[in-house]
C-alpha cells in the first residue's frame, strides 16, 4: 500500500484509549494479571519467567529486544487459540485481548484488526514487540520532520506475517495496517500495560510527509 493510501486511511491505533476486550479488567489481586486460558496460561508463564531473566531496563538494548522476539515466535507457535473467546475482528473492528497484564512492567496482548484498519502514526514512550500470528500487518515506521507541527516522515515497511516479529524502542514512532483481506491475529508486548500509557491521541503524530 502506497504511503499516500496511509495517509488518507490513518484510523485510530490498537492502543488507543478506549479498546475492545473479550476478557474482562476485573479484579487483580496481584502484581500481575494473567488472563490467557489454562491451555495458554502455562506457555505465556514460561515466556514471562524467561523475560524476567533478561533483567531488562526500561530501555532494552537492541539484541534484547530481538532476544525477546525470538521469544515470542516460540510463544506464538504454541498458542492455541480458542475462537471464540478471542474471536476475529470483523468490518472495521480493533480487538485487544490482554493476554497477560503486569500493574507495571511487560504486559502482553493477542490484537486482532480486521482487513483494511489503520492507525494512525504513534509513538508508545515503551518499548513494544510484536509477532504475527497469522494476517500481515504491515508497519511503517517513521522518523520526526519537524516537531513543532507533529510531522513524520515514512522511512521504513515492515510486513509482519505469521511468525514474523518487529521490535520497536521506546523512541520509536509507527503505524499499523492490517494489510490484505484477511483479518489479523498478532502479539503485541509492550514495556508496560497500555493503561499506563499517555493517551493514545497524546502520543500521535498528525502530519505525515508523503513520498
Ligand atoms: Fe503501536
Redesign the pocket.
Known sequence: MSMAALGRQRRL???HDVFVTATCYASATGRERPKADINNLFMIKKFFDNLLELKLNDEPTEGQLNCIGVSMVVLAKSVELDKKRYRKAIDSEELVYPLYEADFGPSLYLVSDAAGVQ?AP???QTW?V?VGLSGNELNVTYEIFEFRTKTVKPVSETEVKSMDFIC?SSKAI???CAAGREATYHL?LYGQPLHKLPSYQSRCYSGVLEN
Do not use: F, Y
Open positions: 491505533g490498537v492502543d492507525s504513534h509513538e508508545h513494544a510484536i520497536l509507527h503505524s499499523t503485541h
